[in-house]
């Protein structure tokens, strides 16, 4: 009898072992330790190839290295953090107001970089955590082109829950989406689980980002006057109302605050291809029935 009573709890345990585990259904990719990467496709587009990749940028600080675009710090005992890069003040979620760290970003201080023979745009991210709490998850990155500098009408299409992410959209009808790493409504969405312990305190960098050249070059090629980029990101638990909101396998942020970068210096970039060239390839052609399209009609 007290054989089948402790079988029946074991049974009854592991249950719920596994429906705890299965809360969540994001999948959560570790990059928490050093050198360690990771590859994946855009939710908006299967054929654009991100990458992360955990990285210390040999330097003796920030300063002359990374040029930062947008800093992100949630205020109070807020486990969120989200934002995006721009001109326009007052900004609208947790950017800090500083021009010197939020600002807008032209699509020529954006580094293109060769992996294994695609070019990709490369971003850096540093973040900052509690030594204690070191760990932090990224759980939404969305990159959008424009033809001015000075965005404020960002709205939230699909609000975050305890198991899907946030995103955005721009309201001004004039600006493309080139890249979205989740898609809102998705439970089974990506989130990169970052650690800000990997590097000495003073070392610039934690993470490099890379998203496949190509997707910029369609819209550009299709819009040339759309040469600023938006970077939009959320970090932490869900940005909702309730705070230290508990959500399965996300590691929240604790005050410190969380920036984007390009490196100073870089070398130059690979030429962009030409109009003529995109045509020829059927790249332009592609790429405008690929995107996802929001510009008034003219």
Request: proline share 6%; net charge negative.
């Amino acid at each position: 009898m007290t054989r089948t009573y402790i079988k029946g709890l074991a049974v009854i345990a592991m249950f719920l072992s596994l429906t705890a585990s299965n809360a969540s259904a994001a999948n959560s990719i570790d990059l928490t330790t050093k050198g360690s990467s990771a590859t994946g496709t855009a939710a908006n587009d299967a054929e654009i190839t991100w990458i992360a990749q955990q990285t210390s940028i040999s330097s003796k600080g920030n300063e002359g290295v990374l040029d930062s675009f947008v800093r992100l710090r949630a205020e109070g005992d807020n486990t969120s953090e989200q934002g995006y890069n721009t001109d326009a003040r007052p900004l609208q979620f947790d950017e800090k107001k500083n021009p010197n760290v939020t600002r807008s970003l032209e699509l020529s201080e954006v580094p293109v970089v060769n992996i294994e023979g695609v070019n990709y745009r490369q971003f850096v991210l540093e973040i900052n955590q509690k030594k204690e709490e070191s760990l932090l998850s990224l759980n939404q990155v969305q990159i959008f082109l424009r033809n001015a500098g000075n965005l404020d009408t960002a709205t939230v299409v699909a609000a975050a829950t305890s198991t899907t992410p946030p995103a955005i959209d721009f309201l001004d009808l004039v600006s493309t989406e080139v890249f979205r790493l989740n898609n809102g409504d998705d439970p089974n969405f990506t989130r990169l689980n970052l650690n800000a312990a990997l590097n000495p305190k003073r070392k610039p960098g934690d993470y490099f980002f890379y998203v496949e050249d190509s997707a910029f070059q369609a819209v550009v090629n299709l819009f040339p006057d759309q040469q600023f980029v938006y970077l939009y990101s959320q970090f932490g638990t869900p940005p909702d109302s309730t705070p230290n909101r508990t959500t399965p396998d996300a590691f929240p942020a604790n005050g410190k605050f969380e920036e984007w970068a390009v490196l100073k210096n870089a070398p130059n970039p690979v030429p962009e291809p030409t109009s003529v060239a995109l045509v020829l390839t059927g790249l332009g052609t592609l790429g405008l029935a690929r995107l996802r399209r929001r510009h008034r009609s003219e």
